[in-house]
């Protein structure tokens, strides 16, 4: 794969965590968080890969399940099994944040999300190398209000396409825990 030098920028169009489109500004990638179910015992979220599919028939690559009074729950790829939340991005020692996390990706390396770790970032997601291969920004202090855009950032580096759903996966997780003082 030839690399120019351009991460996926994916524009978060509502900032909410009840759904939303995430979109490349130069049309490589788009993805859709869509809340599935919203029950007393569980809510559920669907990860789609719209790109190619304006059709809407294009099958979920993960689903996150979480538990009444918004707790923890599963969380499953297309290609695998569910996994407990809390199994799947573990906290980084017992004492820790819960605002620190790791997860083995589906290429075997491990990932860590940290929360405001640096001045630009709300959520920054590195390798086992240090390397920030994607991270999470909100909307600057006075940037102009947007009719079609919360003004939210979610970068992936241009390596990490591939992963494009499960740093998204991992990232509405851990937003989740800090909106709930998980």
């Not at 978060?12 to 489109?21: F, I, V």
């Not at 017992?94 to 990932?111: I, L």
Request: hydrophobic share 35%; aromatic share 10%.
């Amino acid at each position: 794969m030839t690399h120019y030098g351009m991460p996926y920028l994916l524009e978060d169009k509502t900032g909410e965590l009840s759904g939303s489109d995430f979109n490349d500004l130069n049309d490589r990638m788009c993805l859709r968080l869509r809340c599935t179910a919203r029950e007393s015992t569980h809510t559920a979220y669907m990860i789609f890969d719209i790109t190619h599919h304006s059709d809407g028939l294009q099958k979920p690559l993960a689903a996150l399940d979480f538990g009444p009074n918004e707790s923890l729950g599963t969380i499953s790829y297309s290609s695998g099994s569910q996994i407990p939340m809390k199994d799947y991005l573990m906290k980084l020692s017992t004492f820790g944040s819960s605002k620190a996390r790791k997860f083995v990706g589906s290429d075997g390396q491990e990932y860590r999300w940290n929360w405001r770790i640096t001045k630009d970032q709300e959520w920054t997601c590195t390798n086992s190398s240090g390397y920030t291969v994607a991270d999470y920004s909100l909307k600057l202090p006075g940037e102009p209000e947007y009719v079609s855009s919360s003004g939210c950032m979610f970068t992936i580096d241009e390596a990490f396409p591939h992963l494009a759903a499960e740093f998204l996966a991992s990232l509405t997780i851990m937003r989740h825990i800090v909106a709930h003082s998980l």
